[in-house]
């Protein structure tokens, strides 16, 4: 044991053995086990009271503003779920567009982004060309920038690219083809107000994390095995996609949940770009279900709306629980 975990009383605390050692010296007495168990315990409180809150919330018939911390339901109605279902808010839009809005662009920004950042971190791992540093370093700074700061470029850059009808009858790709400057024509197409935007714009944000994560499990994965296949024959090609993806496939499944997490819960570039109500996703819609009050707030469905929100992260999570945990930990001891 290192002197630093000596010295710490929490690290020597957690860290002894519970199970039928040898050592008995090292097993862990009985009034400990009872304090870490009422430790975990407290956080599991902790953690299922807010779940626990939303639940009870969304099964009650009443609409109005709870009075009292209900913890448990004391009726069972799905009416909000119902309501949410049929009309989500007073836009018009339904409860399907809505969720076909917010997996289209989830699923297509992860795809897409897990395509471009494995593609460069394949190149960044594996290749030596100048500047590699210098550009790492480039794609690692937007992490360090809060989201919202990257908005306004990305809003000034996409509203820059539209499809005007001129007066005159010609259609104008601009910046690349201007109206008349007093007869600007009228506007078909613009790319910030528009799903293809938000999702070009989601990209560029998720592209530095992926990029990252996926160079440091590439750089556990032995390159003799590439040295192989190409004594035996195969091309790059066939090297990148039947041996280093396969064996790269844990972590992109991280990747692409992580991803997937943070498109399907965002919100920043969809409320700040988008002003039709079709294209509206499902955190637009559970934002615009708080009203100007707190008192017109209609909580039951707001708390079913989170509910169904938050459901499909968790059945990506448990439909990808084993390619998750091995990402997470398999880079770690392979090489």
């Known amino acids: 044991m290192r002197s630093s975990e000596k010295g710490n009383f929490l690290v020597r605390f957690l860290n002894k053995d519970t199970a039928n050692s040898s050592n008995t010296s090292e097993q862990l007495p009985l009034w400990r086990q009872l304090v870490i168990q009422l430790l975990c315990l407290v956080i599991v409180a902790e953690v299922m009271f807010p779940i626990m809150y939303i639940v009870t919330l969304s099964l009650s018939s009443k609409s109005n503003r709870p009075s009292a911390l209900e913890l448990f339901p004391k009726e069972i109605s799905f009416v909000a779920f119902q309501q949410v279902l049929d009309r989500p808010t007073a836009n018009p839009i339904t409860f399907v567009e809505l969720l076909r809005n917010s997996f289209l662009v989830s699923i297509s920004v992860g795809l897409v982004s897990l395509l471009i950042a494995v593609s460069a971190a394949y190149a960044f791992s594996r290749?030596?060309?100048?500047?590699?540093?210098?550009l790492m370093v480039l794609v690692f700074i937007p992490l360090l920038m809060p989201a919202v700061g990257l908005s306004t470029p990305l809003f000034l850059l996409m509203n820059s690219l539209q499809v005007k009808v001129c007066t005159s009858g010609i259609t104008a790709f601009y910046p690349f083809v201007k109206c008349d400057p007093i007869n600007t024509g009228r506007v078909?197409?613009?790319l910030r107000d528009s799903l293809i935007g938000v999702g070009i714009a989601m990209v560029s944000t998720a592209l530095p994390f992926a990029v990252w994560n996926?160079?440091?499990?590439?750089?556990?994965?032995?390159k003799e095995l590439e040295e192989a296949a190409y004594i035996d024959g195969a091309d790059a090609n066939q090297t990148f996609f039947q041996i280093v993806l396969p064996l790269a496939l844990p972590q992109l499944a991280v990747t692409f949940f992580i991803g997937f997490i943070g498109h399907w819960q965002e919100f920043v570039l969809p409320w700040l770009f988008l002003t039709q109500p079709k294209d509206y996703t499902l955190?637009?819609?559970?934002y615009n279900m708080t009203g100007q009050y707190a008192n017109s707030i209609p909580w039951n469905r707001f708390a079913a709306m989170a509910i169904i929100v938050a459901?499909?992260?968790?059945?990506?999570?448990?439909a990808l629980q084993k390619q998750i945990v091995n990402g997470l930990t398999s880079g770690g001891v392979k090489g």
Do not use: S
């Open 188 to 190: 078909l197409f613009n």
């Open 311 to 318: 459901l499909p992260v968790a059945l990506v999570f448990v």
């Open 127 to 134: 290749f030596k060309f100048k500047l590699r540093t210098v």
């Open 283 to 286: 955190a637009m819609t559970l």
């Open 214 to 222: 996926l160079k440091g499990y590439l750089d556990t994965i032995p």
